[in-house]
């Protein structure tokens, strides 16, 4: 039995919700919109926060964008033009979430690509993130600098100094994508704290990617991921680290299997075992020294 439109509404606001409770969004920031045909697409309300949506509250747009349920009193988000733009690129996209959370808009700001070959997790359910060059919020140019990075395969997208725009084929599974991509970043700034990172090797990111095409969800980089040159971007965190004493990882001009240029080994560590070993015995004294032992 197909949803009624009322649960459809109550879906979106089920996931504004979520996307309160977790922090994705502060005040009234970030909106999210779900296709529910060729040309309707429900969308949350301009200047409301997303934690607190009842289903009336969900507007009603056409694919160019002008609100249909004329009779609504709530208006739909300024943003929908860039949730517009992907469903037009994409036709197997049925939802999509603007956010910021803080994580990953903190990469988004700080100019840093997203890391590949650090966590299983983000390879599987997320794959390559690019990131948009910084476009003011709601202007129609900012759908443009997002659909032109989007290949097949892409469900998240990071926007410069401003956020992430996730999207897939169910509102949930597009939610799952945005709680992921926080997550990974969260953990790559926990990495960044310890001090060295350990970048999975070739041979090991060959074998994710494929149990990655067991399940289903086919990555372009496998044909890459044998000669060792996922991670072109990786250099920019590795760069991030206080004492950074070895190159990032491979690097390749490979477009879909011709690999061009490598170099460095994959299995970078940014800070040497004997600076770590040091740093440690460091801290370690000042703990000793406090405690007066
Ligand atoms: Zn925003």
């Known amino acids: 039995m197909n949803p009624s ?16 409770q977790k922090g994705f969004c502060a005040g009234n920031e970030g909106n999210h919109s779900l296709r529910i045909s060729d040309d309707r697409v429900l969308c949350t309300p301009t ?22 349920d004329k009779e609504n009193k ?7 033009l860039l949730h517009l733009a992907i469903y037009k690129k994409r036709a197997d996209v ?3 979430i603007h956010s910021h959370p803080p994580h990953a808009t903190a990469f988004a700001c700080a100019g840093v690509p997203i890391p590949e070959g650090v966590h299983p997790e983000a390879e599987v ?6 990131t948009a060059k910084y476009t003011t919020p709601s202007y129609a140019g900012l759908g443009e600098s997002v659909t032109k ?10 926007l410069g100094n401003h956020g992430t725009v996730s999207f897939a084929n169910t509102l949930m599974d597009t939610y799952y994508k945005l709680e992921i991509i926080d997550a990974y970043c969260r953990i790559l ?14 041979q090991e990111m060959t074998d994710l990617l494929k149990v990655k095409a067991a399940f289903g969800i086919p990555d372009a980089r496998l044909k890459c991921a044998p000669s060792g040159c996922v991670g072109v971007d990786n250099e920019a965190y590795v760069s991030t680290f206080p004492d950074t004493t070895t190159a990032a990882s491979a690097a390749c001009d490979c477009a879909g299997g011709t690999v061009t240029r490598t170099s ?3 299995n970078a560590q940014p800070v040497t075992d004997a600076a770590f070993e040091a740093l440690v015995k460091q801290v370690t004294d000042q703990i000793l020294a406090k405690t007066g032992r």
């Open 5 to 20: 439109l009322f649960q459809l509404k109550q879906e979106m606001c089920e996931v504004g919700s979520r996307i309160w």
């Open 47 to 68: 200047g409301l926060s997303k934690g607190f949506l009842k289903p009336d509250m969900i507007t009603i747009v056409d694919m160019d964008g002008a609100q249909v």
């Open 74 to 80: 709530y208006k739909r988000t300024s943003e929908i």
């Open 94 to 96: 049925k939802a999509v």
């Open 125 to 130: 359910f997320l794959g390559k993130v690019p």
């Open 149 to 158: 990075l989007i290949t097949a395969e892409t469900n998240t997208v990071l």
């Open 189 to 202: 700034l926990l990495i960044k704290q310890i001090g060295k990172v350990n970048f999975l090797s070739a």
């Open 264 to 266: 460095a080994a994959p």
